[in-house]
């Protein structure tokens, strides 16, 4: 499976930005999709989460201000981010959780994880 995230760039503090991710390959279904970052020094956060049945979480420090959204039937996940500031300068990635449904005559399906290739987001003030 690949996740191909677009969307970053350079804007003024205040400015917006769209993030898109597609995911592509071999699954049966996406459960969670993501959007994570990460600042030079910092560990790798999430930024917000939708589910398979469409409820967002945000953390604090974003809301109000970003909104994750997904369209299923294309596996495509979004991260409208408005009135950005500069503390929001990271690299994102998007991550999504993939599942695949019993095979071989096990009884059970599988989960598995991805990352995409990140997009370099700088606010400038």
């Known amino acids: 499976v690949q996740l191909q995230a677009s969307g970053g760039g350079v804007v003024q503090s205040g400015g917006e930005l769209r993030l898109s991710c597609a995911a592509s390959?071999?699954?049966?279904?996406?459960?969670?999709m993501a959007w994570y970052r990460q600042s030079p020094g910092k560990e790798r956060e999430l930024v917000a989460k939708?589910?398979?049945?469409?409820?967002?979480t945000y953390t604090d420090s974003v809301k109000g201000r970003f909104a994750i959204s997904r369209e299923f039937r294309k596996n495509l996940v979004y991260l409208q981010m408005n009135d950005l500031k500069t503390e929001d300068t990271a690299v994102y990635y998007c991550n999504a959780e993939f599942y695949l449904p019993p095979a071989n005559g096990l009884p059970n399906g599988r989960t598995f994880g991805a990352w995409g290739q990140g997009t370099q987001v700088t606010v400038s003030s």
């Open positions: 390959g071999n699954f049966f279904r996406i459960n969670d």
């Open positions: 939708m589910s398979s049945g469409g409820t967002p």
